[in-house]
């Protein structure tokens, strides 16, 4: 075997079936033909269809989406946030101080609220923790063990398998047409490349997020990359299109999120020249996923539903645009 | 047209004549048959042939290069900094402050020697005023316009032809084996993106390089990324590493530099599991390029050299393992 990687278990291959369907009965399956779906295929078409005025080079067709709430779940918390939770406990024992200081004293008497009450603060803190203090290959394997096994708590299905089947079909669709599909997220970079290859097709050198520092090592004369208890970049509202620039160096001629933490990237998408595509996704399904927008504290979508509305971005609505939710139904 | 790079005028295509020589007589035309060239073809087919017990999945093949001094020259001063010190002449009329004060001053009366003298800290000085104050949309255009212009003092030739014959059929011929290639380098990763996909055949999302600071800011309703005068990321010496895990997320099986600058990025492609590759490039040759190593203030290779010896690397003697410098022939 050539890395960890490639030695672990592996996950559900999920995209390909979205694939197949794709190949069956026309693009989008998942998707209703409503306004959504039909604004999806007639961007893509005009970008894309020989003899278009519109036409867009293979090279420069990159589009890039959000994680959270865009390509998988965020509720009750972020998913990310859970991984970092259970972590806390595995590592409680080696860390008795914890029993006295907050927000770990809460967390471990089984409070969350006590313990989130501390805000963004407390939350950084948490993952600081479990996510420092080790090499990336170590992290990876943490990483990884959870991804395989951790199951939510409501729908008792592994994470991984609590992606949307319809953006699965948009990444297969896009991809299908010559996209290049990127992950842009406030989730942490390690953490994500354990799975989206996967599970959404997307190669660990396309996904882009959140990062701690690291520090090359000679260990025992061998290198080693050590994540260290230090924020690197914070890749949410304006530092998603700061990180888009760094890391792919061209601007998406499409992009797709669900909160105003994708206002800017969606923003940055929109204003290169020629045809450009935004879409938000809006939870609206309280009985097939969640439903939440303006004043929920976790993915809150209000500034940017504004803009939506009033530049005529695409707006799923979840409850009316999509047959199917996961690829195994509904919550 | 789609962007402002698309729109600039095209810089010469260099790296397809490679590609064709590579059809017509096997790979690496311009190398010898060497002990150099034997070590690459021999790497390249255990990791790419259908049942050797060395294969490496497609996806895995991530081959990283340095740019200064392994793709292309760098005397008698990296070209980027010739770029920066032309700018200083043209910014110089809206710094009338610049007269009294160094390394402006020395450099405004054509002391290079003088304005260099303040070593590192007025290299950074002079790149920081000439690579920030504008939006990333102005720089590309200022460098474009640069790079398709600016001549090399002693070749006469644009500095994007001085780049190395033999490597970039070394780059066409491990992409014709599957391998994804990126270039790590300390140069600045906006200015190598401007002739990185033209010249080398290497797309923006795939250069990887020192940064500056950029902001996300709204101007007249468009939005734009600012540069700023700050330092994000020296992409150098044990920087080229974390680099390489922030922005690929995969461990390189093959590594080429030509200085010390590049011993960690070369020692953490060899540190993974598998067969591995690790090339310097030796600059051996002053009659058609230029004979520098351990005491240069540009390039220096001293400690890289020792490692790449005890180690058993290949190391490329310019003058014995090249038969042509340049597209063009020889300095």
Redesign the interface.
Known sequence: ???AF?ALPALPVLFPASALADIAGGPLPSWNDTASKKAITTFVERVTKQGSPDL??E??R?ATFDNDGTLWAEQPIYFQLAFALDRVKVLAEQHPEWKDKEPFASLLKGDLKGALAGGEAAIFQIVTVTHSGMT?VEFEKIAHDWITTAKHPQTRKLYAEMVYQPMLELLAYLRGNGF?TFIVSGGG??FM?VFANRVYGI?????VGS?GK???E?RDG??I?MKLPEL?FNDDK??K??QI???????P?ASFGNSDGDL?ML??AK????VRFALLVHHTDAAREWAYDRNSSIGRLDKALDVAQAEGWTVVDMKNDWKTIFPFGSK
């Open positions: 075997m050539l890395s490639a867009v080079p090279a420069e990159i990336t290049k970079i390690d490349r190669p660990p050198e396309q996904v990062s690291l520090d090359f000679m061998k290198p990359l690197n304006a530092g299109p700061v620039q760094m890391h792919i160096g061209r601007r001629i800017q923003e940055w204003g290169g020249g020629g």
